[in-house]
Nanobody, 120 residues
Framework: QVQLAESGGGLVQPGGSLRLSCARSGDTVTLSTMGWYRQVPGKQREWVASITNSRSRAYADSVKGRFTISRDNTSTVYLLINSLKPEDTAVYYC???????????????WGQGTQVTVSS
């Protein structure tokens, strides 16, 4: 099973920026898609962004224009968050799988999550 570890979360003021990182280990084959999800207590986990092995990117409407997903050659994925809003407060999870930007995604593995809190 693929191991994922998120980092970079914290407390940020509205309008600020944050960069999340996801380190991948435990496998030798590069899977096609990696992505980010977020979850607020009592609500479903929400897909935020994903990136394929060919560097094709997709974003949820709620974050489009503010979030940027990227990946490097060592399969580390990043999420650059600009213009943070209080409603962005959530636990952010890294995921690996296929079809993450579609209605029927297949998630192979999850990270343990990193807390992002946007508050004055």
């Amino acid at each position: 099973q693929v191991q994922l570890a998120e980092s970079g979360g914290g407390l940020v003021q509205p309008g600020g920026s944050l960069r999340l990182s996801c380190a991948r280990s435990g496998d030798t084959v590069t899977l096609s898609t990696m992505g980010w999800y977020r979850q607020v207590p009592g609500k479903q986990r929400e897909w935020v962004a994903s990136i394929t092995n060919s560097r094709s990117r997709a974003y949820a409407d709620s974050v489009k224009g503010r979030f940027t997903i990227s990946r490097d050659n060592t399969s580390t994925v990043y999420l650059l968050i600009n213009s943070l809003k209080p409603e962005d407060t959530a636990v952010y999870y890294c995921a690996v799988g296929t079809r993450l930007a579609y209605a029927s995604p297949s998630v192979l593995g999850w990270g343990q999550g990193t807390q992002v809190t946007v508050s004055s």
